[in-house]
Nanobody, 121 residues
Framework: QVHLVESGGGLVQAGGSLRLSCAAS????????MRWYRQGPGPQRELVAA???????NYADSVKGRFTASRDDAKNTVYLEMNSLKPEDTAVYSC???????????????WGQGTQVTVSS
């Protein structure tokens, strides 16, 4: 199947920047949409950004103009560039992809382990 490995989380001051990465590996046949979610102190997991196979992007209103999603298909990797960070951006950020694998051909959503982003005031 498909395995996702995330990196880039950490502690930054308000106004700073971080770049998250999520690399997919395994018996990948194809990858469609790639997404970033976050889980803050509230009960809901929030969709932050999505990027299609064609490169089209969508963002949550709370991050629009500050965050940028991109993908490198040669590396099976999705990125999230986060600028002008605010304390309310503090959360566990997880990547999610829709993909097909040679050992599991049906379309399936795969999740990364999550990485902590903490923004201090």
């Amino acid at each position: 199947q498909v395995h996702l490995v995330e990196s880039g989380g950490g502690l930054v001051q308000a106004g700073g920047s971080l770049r998250l990465s999520c690399a997919a590996s395994g018996s990948i046949l194809s990858i469609n949409t790639m997404r970033w979610y976050r889980q803050g102190p509230g009960p809901q997991r929030e969709l932050v950004a999505a990027i299609t196979a064609a490169g089209s992007t969508n963002y949550a209103d709370s991050v629009k103009g500050r965050f940028t999603a991109s993908r490198d298909d040669a590396k099976n990797t999705v990125y999230l560039e986060m600028n002008s960070l605010k304390p309310e951006d503090t959360a566990v950020y997880s990547c999610n992809i829709d993909a097909r694998a040679s050992d599991y051909p049906p379309l399936k959503s795969y999740w990364g382990q999550g990485t902590q982003v903490t923004v201090s005031s």
